[in-house]
């Protein structure tokens, strides 16, 4: 990579790792070059005109700077984020959804954002005109306006009702005001999970949506919650590391194999599944009764009868009873 020699007017993307009294990721533009030091602004369509100077080494600037037509779109400016945009492809085209912004990338194709909804990351294209809003966490906990159409919500009218429900939700803690209640276009449920991105190192952590609520509705003020903290999420995800870690192994055999249907196994199913889902890793075990089908299927462990092996099969003919019937017959 080419380091570019830095001049005054020159754009550059930095965040608290290479600018310690920055408290998130954004733009700088450089003002002067004195020596080996360069004095900068914050600059984005959010930035006041009268943004304090601030010196940073001119070695760090130079592989921090970006191409001056970032500022058509201000992309970084989304990154560490809660955004919501306009869905433009599966069944939901059309539609409003939030995310977590976590990076952007600028490419002969265009301007896009990599956005955590839900479990999935997908990329959002930044094009005008703009259908993508920087959101405030309240609404991103709230999900004001998701799932409706842009064609009964345009960003102008959904910006709006945003900022309607952060007054009303500013105004007082406790229980969601009613007026909040009519604009909710999804349902709230508190103990729901949401992806955040930590400001200064961009890492993500999951939070409940009423953590969100807890830390940030009523009047601003100092308060001993983090919003990137949820001390519940936390005891609740430890609790489950440990009952998983004290779990003990078992091993099945044959007959709990064919026994699989049963109630007590199929729960012994759904704890694995659960165990995989919280470690990450895959079990050894058959995780469903699908899963012993194909084995099976496949002649592991049993023919296709069912059972084991030819050798198996003397056992149960030494022990074959013939019926009161047959025995007549015979």
């Given at each position: 990579?080419?380091?570019?020699?830095?001049?005054?007017?020159?754009?550059?993307?930095?965040?608290?790792?290479?600018?310690?009294?920055?408290?998130?990721?954004?733009?700088?533009?450089?003002?002067?070059?004195?020596?080996?030091?360069?004095?900068?602004?914050?600059?984005?369509?959010?930035?006041?005109?009268?943004?304090?100077?601030?010196?940073?080494?001119?070695?760090?600037?130079?592989?921090?700077?970006?191409?001056?037509?970032?500022?058509?779109?201000?992309?970084?400016?989304?990154?560490?984020?809660?955004?919501?945009?306009?869905?433009?492809?599966?069944?939901?085209t059309?539609?409003?959804a939030?995310?977590?912004?976590?990076?952007?990338?600028?490419?002969?194709?265009?301007?896009?954002?990599?956005?955590?909804?839900?479990?999935?990351?997908?990329?959002?294209?930044?094009?005008?005109?703009?259908?993508?809003?920087?959101?405030?966490?309240?609404?991103?906990?709230?999900?004001?306006?998701?799932?409706?159409?842009?064609?009964?919500?345009?960003?102008?009218?959904?910006?709006?009702?945003?900022?309607?429900?952060?007054?009303?939700?500013?105004?007082?803690?406790?229980?969601?005001?009613?007026?909040?209640?009519?604009?909710?276009?999804?349902?709230?449920?508190?103990?729901d999970?949401?992806?955040?991105?930590?400001?200064?190192?961009?890492?993500?952590?999951?939070?409940?949506?009423?953590?969100?609520?807890?830390?940030?509705?009523?009047?601003?003020?100092?308060?001993?919650?983090?919003?990137?903290?949820?001390?519940?999420?936390?005891?609740?995800a430890?609790?489950?590391?440990?009952?998983?870690?004290?779990?003990?192994?078992?091993?099945?055999?044959?007959?709990?194999?064919?026994?699989?249907?049963?109630?007590?196994?199929?729960?012994?199913?759904?704890e694995?599944?659960?165990?995989?889902?919280?470690?990450?890793?895959?079990?050894?075990?058959?995780?469903?009764?699908?899963?012993?089908?194909?084995?099976?299927?496949?002649?592991?462990?049993?023919?296709?009868?069912?059972?084991?092996?030819?050798?198996?099969?003397?056992p149960?003919?030494?022990?074959?009873?013939?019926?009161?019937?047959?025995?007549?017959?015979?």
């Open positions: 990579m080419t380091r570019v020699r830095l001049a005054p007017n020159a754009l550059a993307f930095v965040g608290p790792a290479h600018v310690s009294t920055l408290s998130g990721f954004c733009y700088v533009r450089v003002q002067r070059v004195e020596g080996d030091k360069a004095v900068v602004c914050v600059v984005g369509p959010d930035s006041d005109s009268d943004e304090q100077e601030i010196e940073v080494p001119v070695s760090v600037l130079e592989l921090r700077v970006v191409d001056s037509s970032e500022v058509d779109l201000w992309p970084g400016d989304y990154v560490g984020y809660p955004v919501v945009f306009v869905q433009n492809i599966g069944p939901c059309g539609q409003w939030y995310g977590a912004a976590t990076r952007y990338e600028v490419s002969t194709g265009g301007t896009s954002l990599s956005v955590i909804v839900g479990s999935d990351v997908i990329s959002v294209r930044l094009q005008e005109p703009l259908q993508i809003i920087k959101a405030d966490p309240i609404t991103y906990a709230l999900q004001v306006g998701a799932t409706v159409s842009d064609m009964i919500l345009n960003p102008k009218e959904l910006l709006q009702q945003q900022n309607t429900v952060i007054a009303a939700c500013r105004k007082r803690r406790g229980e969601i005001p009613a007026s909040v209640r009519l604009l909710l276009t999804v349902p709230f449920v508190p103990n999970l949401v992806a955040l991105v930590r400001p200064h190192d961009l890492s993500v952590v999951k939070v409940r949506r009423q953590h969100i609520l807890d830390c940030l509705m009523g009047a601003r003020k100092k308060s001993s919650l983090d919003i990137y903290k949820d001390p519940q999420g936390l005891a609740e430890d609790e489950v590391r440990a009952s998983v870690s004290d779990q003990p192994a078992r091993r099945r055999t044959d007959e709990d194999l064919l026994s699989v249907s049963s109630g007590s196994d199929t729960d012994d199913i759904g694995i599944q659960q165990q995989n889902k919280v470690l990450g890793k895959r079990s050894r075990m058959l995780e469903s009764a699908s899963q012993v089908q194909r084995e099976l299927s496949r002649g592991n462990a049993f023919n296709s009868d069912g059972v084991s092996s030819d050798d198996e099969l003397e149960a003919r030494a022990a074959f009873r013939p019926s009161a019937t047959q025995r007549r017959v015979s």
